[in-house]
């Protein structure tokens, strides 16, 4: 990250929202800040939807690129990708892992001190329950 866009960054979130965006994996920060952006483009300004849309995959930790590559395809292929998949030497506690991620990543940023619609847009990501941003936040997701 440039040190201009961690400034910018800096400046609008907590530093234990920051501790907790600088623990995530690097794919997944850089991934936050492109929802972030999309959410932007689409004229979203309220802190708790781009905080959510920055922190929402907190919870995927160190997962490696393969196991992220099967979750992937098993969304839009089937689970039998996965019952295949878990059999890999270290797929199995990086799928569920991922299939967590949404809770994780909630109880990660409730920790952090994220306010309660933050938490909520997090753990209902892919099945969004907030009728203004939640649709928006999985929606900027999927296209990022």
Same mark, same amino acid.
């Given at each position: 990250?440039?040190? &201009?866009?961690?400034? =910018?960054? =800096?400046? @609008?979130? !907590?530093? /234990? ?5 600088? +623990? ?5 920060? $850089?991934?936050?800040?492109?929802? %972030?952006? +999309? *959410?932007?483009? &689409? +004229? %979203?300004? &309220? ?10 995959? =907190?919870?995927?930790?160190?997962t490696g690129v @393969?196991?992220?590559v099967a979750y ?7 689970? @039998?990708?996965? +019952?295949?998949?878990? @059999? *890999?030497?270290?797929?199995?506690? /990086? ?6 991620? /949404? #809770? !994780? ?5 409730? /920790? #952090? ?5 933050? %938490?909520?847009?997090? $753990? ?6 907030d009728p203004e ?8 997701? &999927? #296209?990022?």
């Open positions: 990250m440039a040190p &201009e866009e961690r400034a =910018a960054l =800096a400046a @609008w979130i !907590t530093p /234990a929202e920051l501790t907790l965006f600088d +623990s995530m994996h690097v794919a997944d920060r $850089r991934h936050g800040l492109d929802v %972030v952006a +999309s *959410l932007r483009a &689409e +004229s %979203v300004t &309220e802190r708790d939807a781009l905080l959510a849309g920055l922190l929402h995959d =907190a919870g995927k930790g160190d @393969w196991p992220r992937a395809l098993a969304g839009a292929s089937g689970q @039998w990708i996965l +019952s295949l998949a878990r @059999w *890999l030497p270290g797929f199995g506690r /990086a799928l569920v892992r991922l299939r967590m991620h /949404a #809770a !994780t990543s909630a109880e990660l940023a409730a /920790a #952090a001190g994220c306010p309660a619609r933050t %938490v909520a847009l997090i $753990r209902f990501q892919d099945a969004p329950i941003f939640g649709e928006l936040l999985r929606l900027a997701d &999927e #296209a990022n």
